[in-house]
Structure formats: structure tokens, C-alpha cells
């Protein structure tokens, strides 16, 4: 019998168990039709059903067949529960080490009866592999999986061949276990060491994503400020904030010149959060509204951009967002959210598509509000009347003019976009010129080897029937009697 033999009988044994305790266990427990596992399933319409018979109705009809006799074996995830199929209850952290004990007692009385000369550790490495499988939580999988690897190397190592810590005990001394490893764990050893490090890696950055860790960062005021007031009401952990830190880039606008964010009808690069100053909104070049501090400017572009392939969408503008001068605000690149949204074992995607949701709830409920305040007047005469009044406060302090600093903040963007837009057009235009005159060129070497090629053809053609063909004969005689002297 193999040494592996008691670990694959334990192992199926609870297999067949887990599979007999599943109907009685799912029996007693009512079950959604909305949730994994249901059994409660929509049937086909009878329409469909008996509809005439059509190539492809065998077909489907094997699948569905298939589908009915598979289904009653979906019973979820694999749990605890299963071991113990004779039980109904949820079992408790104590019921679960009980019934952990209490299998690896079984599996290693069944070792000593059945194949006391298997190895221990390898057994043991086996069972700890089986009960990881029953892990919800993928850190705690990785442990196990650690655990497992430390277990196959210690009875590969440590133990004899055939004769195992049952029957030979084990020499714990690691220059003699080196030395006289067996050929054949050359390899389960080496694979096991590179397990380790790749699930010691998965766990350290697990372990650098704790709020307890992350809760001993050191964050400027300002930092700490844009966590508690914006990032931390819209789900953000601590850990997940100093991942965002990391690419984020803080804008000091100057005190003579407005900056632009966003243009209007122009693609949306990044995510915004403007920390102070006044920010104005404009859609066809009149204010609508102004944003406070703390608040996300780009979130639905944003949303977009995570729902398209790769990244590469980016909507344009609803509107410009024009920040005043002497304002500050952080810029985050909606490559940089891609990517996070990306990292496995991490629920940094769930983060960012709350925070989307809650601040478009936001944003919607301030509409609403303003709607009724309105009372039927349109938003664009009350951003007049907005307008009018900023105007009028702004000349009674002396500052008269100032307004309109955002407007040309806005067209002067407009204007370098289009100059922009013109130097890549020039540089277009200039590219297409060049492949012109290169194509221009490789056609005129192609027309003069062709002609070249027919000249050839034709005197060669002309001189083979002028001369004689005795000619040719002397020739080449004369040619090769006169080329074998020059080499003697």
C-alpha cells in the first residue's frame, strides 16, 4: 500500500460523508430563490418547451436533461457542517475543533492499522490541505497552505522511507536529513519552499492592509482632514486611503490665474477633490453652480472608465469645472483606480464602487433639493441671477472684474486644446507628406528595376539570336581553358 493510502482514504471517506449529510442538511434549511444554491429554479415556458421540433432541439434538450440531473448536486460551498452530517446545527469555533481533533485522531489510528511505515508529516500535510479547502477567508487558506508546505517538507525530510515516525521515529538533525534525502523529494521539496514564499507574500500584504497598521501612518493635517471630511464617509479604510495617497497629486492653483479641470465635451483624465477655495461649475460658459471643498469631481466618468475594457474610455465632460485662483486641489488618475480594482485579495473594488454610488446619491439628493427651492425657474436663470449677485458683492468690496477670471480660465483652456489639436493636425499632415514622398520613391526604384530587368531580357534575347551557337560553345571553352592557367 503507498504511503499516501491513509491520507486518500481519510480524505474520501469525509467525501462521501460530506455528500451523504448534504441533503439532510439543506432539507431543514430554507433557502432563497434569490441566493447561490437555490433549488428554487424558474422552469422553461411551455411555449418553449413544446415548441416544433428543430435541429438544434436535441441538442438542447441533452443540455437541459444534463443541467436537471446536475443540479440537486449544488448544495454551495463546502462547510463544516459536512463532517458531521448526522448534526443540523451551525457549528460554533469549539464544535469545529472538536470535530478537527477528532478527525485527525480517526485519520491516524486508521495510519497505525492500515500503513504505520507512511510518513507522518506528509500525512499530517495532507489533512491540513483538506481542512483548508473548508476556509471561506483566502488569508486563512494561504496559512493553511504555508502549513501544509512546512508539513510535507518536515516528513520528507526527517523521516525514513517505508519506515516513518510510527515505526522508525524521525532524526531531527537537519546536516543529516540534507545529506541523505531521498532523489525523488528533490523536487517536493523545492516546489514546497517556492509555495511558502508566494503565500508569505499574499499574507504580508494582507497583513499591510490592516487598519491596525495602517491606523500608525503618519498623515499630514491636510491628509488626515481629506480622509475624515471626504474619503473615509464614503467607505474608505485607512489601509485603502494610504494605497490612494500613493498616486495622488496635490495642485496649488496660482493667485493670479484660474485653473481648469474639466472642459466641457472634452475626455475626463482624472478624479478630482478640491480642498479649498471656491469652484465654479459652467455649462455653456455660465456658472450653474459652485462645488465646496471635500466634494468628487469625476465620479461618473470614473464609473465608466472602470466598466470598459482595459480602462480606455473616457467619456467627455458634462460640464467644466473651473477651480479659482489661490485654490488647492488633489488629482487622482483614473489609471491608478484601474489598476487598484485589479489586485487580488482585495476589496478595493468594492470600496471604489461605493464611493461612486454614495456621492451620486449625494449629488442626486442636492439636485432634488435645489429643484424645489427653484420653484419651476430654470437652472440657467438662476445661475444668472447667481451671476448677478456675485458681480454686484464683488464690486461693493472693490474687486470688480474678478468674476469673469473664470470664463477666461475656460476659454483660454478652450483655446490651448485647440492649439493642441492643431499641432497634432500639422504633425499629421506632415507624417502623411513624408509616407507620400517615401512611396513616391520605392515606386520609382520598383519601375526602374523592372525596366531594367526588360532590357536585360530583350538584349540577351537579341544576342542569342544573332550569334551563332557555335560561338557560345568556343567561347565559354576558350573562357574556362584560359581561367584553369591562371590557377596552375
Known amino acids: ?31 432563497s430563490p434569490f441566493s447561490p444554491g437555490s433549488q428554487s429554479r424558474s422552469t422553461p415556458p411551455r411555449a418553449l418547451a413544446e415548441g416544433p421540433w428543430q435541429p438544434s432541439s436535441l441538442s438542447l434538450r441533452a443540455r437541459r436533461w444534463l443541467y436537471a440531473t446536475l443540479e440537486p448536486l449544488d448544495k454551495g460551498d ?3 457542517e459536512f463532517l458531521v452530517p448526522w448534526t443540523k446545527k451551525t457549528l460554533t469555533t469549539l464544535d469545529k475543533f472538536i470535530v478537527c481533533s477528532t478527525f485527525i485522531g480517526l485519520s491516524f489510528v486508521l495510519q ?71 532523489a525523488e523529494d528533490v523536487f517536493p521539496i523545492f516546489y514546497d519552499q517556492l509555495f511558502i514564499v508566494i503565500n508569505v ?36 479604510r485607512r489601509a485603502q486611503f494610504s494605497q490612494l495617497l ?33 469652484v465654479e461649475v459652467r455649462v455653456g460658459g455660465t456658472v450653474t453652480t459652485t462645488l465646496p471643498p471635500y466634494q468628487l469631481i469625476g465620479e461618473a466618468s470614473l464609473l465608466e472608465n472602470l466598466q470598459s475594457k482595459r480602462g480606455e474610455v473616457h467619456p467627455p465632460a458634462r460640464a467644466s469645472v473651473v477651480a479659482a485662483p489661490g485654490s488647492s486641489y488633489m488629482r487622482w488618475p ?9 489586485q487580488e485579495d482585495s476589496d478595493f473594488a468594492y470600496a471604489i464602487q461605493l464611493m461612486i454610488a454614495r456621492t451620486l446619491s449625494a449629488k442626486l439628493s442636492a439636485a432634488r433639493l435645489s429643484q424645489r427651492e427653484m420653484g419651476g425657474r430654470s437652472p440657467m436663470a438662476m445661475a444668472a441671477k447667481r451671476l448677478e449677485g456675485h458681480a454686484a458683492g464683488e464690486v461693493a468690496e ?37 509616407v507620400k514622398t517615401e512611396l513616391a520613391e520605392v515606386r520609382a526604384r520598383i519601375i526602374l528595376l523592372v525596366v531594367s530587368i526588360v532590357v536585360l531580357l530583350v538584349g540577351t534575347g537579341i544576342a542569342t539570336s544573332t550569334l551563332p551557337t557555335e560561338w557560345w560553345g568556343q567561347s565559354f571553352t576558350e573562357l574556362a581553358a584560359t581561367e584553369l592557367l591562371h590557377m596552375n
Open 112 to 182: 497505525t492499522w492500515l500503513e504505520p511505515g507512511a510518513s507522518v508529516g506528509v500525512h499530517l500535510s495532507y489533512i491540513a490541505q483538506f481542512f483548508s479547502y473548508a476556509m471561506g477567508d483566502p488569508i486563512g487558506f494561504r496559512l493553511l497552505a504555508v502549513l501544509t508546505s512546512v508539513l510535507e517538507i518536515g516528513g520528507n525530510l526527517f523521516e525514513t522511507k517505508e519506515a516513518g515516525l510510527i515505526v522508525n521515529g524521525a532524526d531531527f538533525d537537519l546536516s543529516n536529513a540534507f545529506a541523505s534525502v531521498d
Open 334 to 342: 483614473f489609471a491608478a483606480f484601474y489598476e487598484l480594482q485589479q
Open 201 to 236: 507574500y499574499y499574507i504580508l500584504r494582507w497583513l499591510l492592509t490592516q487598519e491596525v497598521l495602517a491606523s500608525a501612518l503618519e498623515w499630514s493635517e491636510g491628509e488626515e482632514g481629506l480622509y475624515t471630511i471626504c474619503f473615509a464617509p464614503l467607505g474608505f
Open 1 to 31: 500500500m503507498p504511503p499516501a493510502t491513509t491520507s486518500l482514504l481519510c480524505c474520501s471517506l469525509c467525501g462521501v460523508a460530506a455528500l451523504a449529510a448534504s441533503p439532510s442538511l439543506h432539507s431543514s434549511t430554507p433557502i
Open 246 to 278: 500613493r498616486v495622488a497629486t496635490l495642485v496649488s492653483v496660482s493667485e493670479t490665474e484660474a485653473d481648469v479641470l474639466t472642459v466641457q465635451g472634452e475626455p475626463i483624465y482624472d478624479l478630482f477633490v478640491p480642498l479649498n477655495g471656491t
Open 398 to 434: 472693490g474687486r470688480g472684474g474678478s468674476v469673469f477670471g473664470g470664463s477666461a480660465a475656460e476659454v483660454e483652456a478652450l483655446l490651448r486644446q485647440n492649439r493642441e489639436k492643431e499641432a497634432q493636425l500639422q504633425g499629421l499632415q506632415r507624417s502623411l507628406a513624408e
Open 78 to 80: 463546502f462547510r463544516w
